[in-house]
């Protein structure tokens, strides 16, 4: 009221200014209940922005009637919980340093010397070229038969730009710190862990100095194993919601035009796809064109599902609830204080990270700390980045948030600037906050054996 908000839909179902009052308030005496209002503002919000709004609250409706309660006695939540207070028990030392010894302990049996030569030559195919001409030589560098010392010293760099260029140094280096390096690990909670060279570039990522503006685009084509091809080829403008949809169209034909049509017209998702771009391009110093299609080609499909994130398939809805349940069980593992808080104000957390993560975070983090996340989910090819950050922003935000009721958390969270956060803080706190893949797929596991209406 204060607002002057108008009810315009209960539970999806619209309302108007000749809809009964008795009609009203059987609806809304039907619990739960979504009630949706229309603000009126003068000055009208961006397209990208209203529908990321209107999309996340249609998630959090769905996610609510279509998923069980969470209960802390019960999985995925209890095992979350045993699994973060197990890892704080066995290592108290900060993130940074215990997947630096992790990765260190790797390749500790790499060096072993027999017969003058280093025991990952043992690892390579037989005739192979890298393994004759390593045969042939008489002695094989000080650092190529200390492959413990060489990632040491890489990590003590921790550049980037240093390790990509030690690795074209010569066959062996770059064996040692290339190979595998872009395969990402299976989806799948028992699959092997990832190379040492792929956990070196990770850690390297995460916690080195970072890419120079003009690496980016080179170092996400690498990532991708995209040909990077010059950006007058691309005739598409990805800068506009057109050039997404035609991204999206090429795809996944049928997706889009199955949204389309239970839409009755043109899905309007390409304005969110435009609007990230675009922050990109900026953060780039690039137009958007220099995005080329094949890039943009291999984030839209599987495992990144940026099609189904930006609302450019009929599979997007059961999709971002899935991601905002893992949202919901991890936020209540990692802070259950405030996860209860939450609750009994009567608001959805999980509403403001759909409203987020459509946006890939991009009006919360920007320039460099914008391109550094890009790095860590395009080279990670997991969305466990986005939850971390969603995480770590209601974290650092937890103290203010207990003392407020549900409208003041309303307000507060939607006014960015009052939070008093650097992008840089905002993604230190998500790189130290523990979201594993086996958690991950757990909630998914657990949620589809109970069999969810979404």
Known sequence: ????????????????????????????????????????SRRPPEAAVELAMMVAEVVVAELREGLPPIKTAAPPLSTTIKAIANSKERDARHPRLRHAQRILRAVTGWGHITDGKPAWLGQLPKNSSLERRCQSAVSCDTLACAPHALFLLMLACGDPTTLARSGMACCSWNHLLLKGATEARQQAAAAPPASPQRQLWTWILRWGTGLTVSQHLGFWCWAQRVARAPADECNIDLSTPTGVLQAAFMVDANALLGLACGLGGIPAGGQLGAAALQAIGTACRCTSSALFFDLLDKLLRKPLQLQRLWLLSNSALPWLITQCR?????????????FKHFFGEGLAPELFFCFWIQRTFSSIIVDDVLLRLWDILIFENSHKILVRLGIAILGLLEQRLRKMDCEKMMKFLLDIKSWGLSSSEILEAALCTKVTRAMLLEVEDVDANNGSST
């Open 1 to 40: 009221m204060e607002l002057q908000s108008q009810l315009v839909a209960i539970s999806q179902t619209r309302i108007h200014g000749r809809t009964p009052r008795s009609e009203i308030a059987r609806r809304i005496a039907a619990r739960p209940v979504t009630l949706t209002f229309r603000s009126p």
């Open 326 to 338: 893992l949202f919901q069980v991890m936020l209540a593992a990692h802070h259950p204080q405030l």
